[in-house]
């Protein structure tokens, strides 16, 4: 399958890529290309013009000190799925990492990008609303955050403005945190995936933020299995699984050709308690 007709422009700073962008509405941010242009190809999506941002320095760094990450929007999964830092210090992150797609995909796609696009059974949206994160927009007019729950809007819709461009995901260390995902066996993408970050107080769980992807129109927070797991023994399989169910509690469950809504939310309360005993075991 053929694209239709574009033209390609690679700016070298962000400055210019905005510049690029906001000139025209019929103009597309170009990342690891592994969501854009499949959409391209099947003319799901024919953009006059592709704006490429690989060029723009500082987009493909990780940032660390010991508190808090700030990682640019080019970076990789493989590169995610290789740092030492985010294993020990957000490992939720880093298994989500390590198990998207395949090793193309790991090594062309993007933190930014796959955000961006807002996909419905993409990782990360999950792991980032577990995680707090802060997503930074920049834009013609200056830069704004926009934390993880208002970022995820629907099905690929997301706070993402005409123009603007997401630069860098931030969020504090969580070292208690993990993903766990029930993975389409074609393509790697969650037909239900779970992040979970815990604040452990000794053995018991403090806080809770338990995010589940791949089951409603998006990522989404488990409201109610936060609130059931505080004061929860982390060791206590019993009571994880208790407070883990119904996970898809009021979220609409997609069926489709792969699976059933009641199916997906069935399956959203068992790697519920899977992420919660993984990230325990490591707080
Ligand atoms: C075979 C296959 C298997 C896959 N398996 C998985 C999987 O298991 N799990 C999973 O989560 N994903 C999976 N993906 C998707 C993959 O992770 C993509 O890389 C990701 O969704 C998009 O990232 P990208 O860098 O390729 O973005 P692109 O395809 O370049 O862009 C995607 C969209 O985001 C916009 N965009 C990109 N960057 C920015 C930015 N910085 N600011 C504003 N807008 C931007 C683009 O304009 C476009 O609309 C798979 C893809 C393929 C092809």
Redesign the pocket.
Known sequence: MITAAFEYYRPASLDEALRLLGGRDDA????????????MKLRL?E?AA?ID?AAIPD?GRIDFDGKRFRIG??V??ATLAANRDLEKNAPALWD?AN????P???N????????????P????PSVLLALGATLS?AGKSGSRDVGADAFFRGMFDTA?APG????TVSFDAAPASAYA?Y??P?????MVGVAANLRLNGGTVGEARIAV?GVGDSAFRAGNVEKALAGARAGDADAIKKACSNAASGVDARSDSQASGTYRAAMADVYAARAVSAAAARG
Do not use: C
């Open positions: 597309k941010i170009l990342a690891g290309g592994h969501s854009l242009i499949p959409m999506a953009p592709l941002i987009l929007a080019l990789t999964h989500a198990h998207i797609g395949d193309q995909v790991r062309r796609g993007t933190i930014g990008g796959s955000a961006s696009h807002g996909d059974s993409a990782d990360y927009l993402l603007e461009i997401l630069t995902k993975q389409h074609a393509s790697g993408y969650a992807t």
